[in-house]
């Protein structure tokens, strides 16, 4: 594929994840515009949402491209032109590319937070019962767990559909 190439297909991608896939955006901190309203300046994922969109777009480029961001790619802010340039980078590093999800799917998870927040409403329970306050916790901790587990799970998904696609080419 050429550079030009890469980069529609990019903006196509982007354009599906999108909330508003017609709006106007900023070529050089697009990805801030995956959400509706757009965030400031390379604060996409300072919300949820923005998290969330953020990383379902990069997945969705490594599984197009068939490709692997390290954790330093993936911390970054791209302008439109910048990611075409780190995807062609990393359309070139077959091997690291083995390396990197080979890394991913043997990393093993851990679920302290989760735990701990357990462990931490059942302290609120012991110590003050059920009232207004416990049940309140008992639902934002819930989400919380609810939304932690969801993007491991997710995660997992993708690499292992990311493993098939790098591996079938050595094949």
Excluded at 71 to 100: A, C, H, P, W
Excluded at 107 to 119: N, V
Excluded at 141 to 156: A, C, P, V
């Amino acid at each position: 594929m050429s550079e030009i190439e890469i980069k529609e297909k990019i903006l196509e991608i982007f354009k599906e994840e999108r909330q508003k896939p017609d709006a106007d955006f900023n070529e050089s901190h697009f990805l801030d515009f995956l959400t509706f309203p757009p965030h400031r300046k390379d604060n996409i994922k300072n919300s949820f949402r923005g998290v969330k969109k953020y990383y379902r777009f990069m997945y969705r480029l490594e599984l197009e491209f068939e490709i692997c961001f390290s954790l330093s790619d993936l911390d970054r802010g791209y302008s439109v032109d910048k990611i075409t340039e780190k995807v062609i980078e990393r359309i070139g590093k077959r091997r690291g590319n083995i390396m990197i999800i080979k890394q991913r799917i043997e990393q093993k998870e851990t679920y302290y937070i989760e735990l701990f927040l357990i462990f931490l409403l059942a302290i609120i329970y012991l110590k003050w019962g059920i009232n207004l306050i416990s049940i309140l916790l008992t639902l934002t901790f819930g989400f919380g767990i609810y939304w932690i587990l969801n993007s491991k799970l997710h995660r997992r998904k993708h690499d292992k559909r990311l493993k098939l696609k790098i591996l079938k080419e050595e094949t």
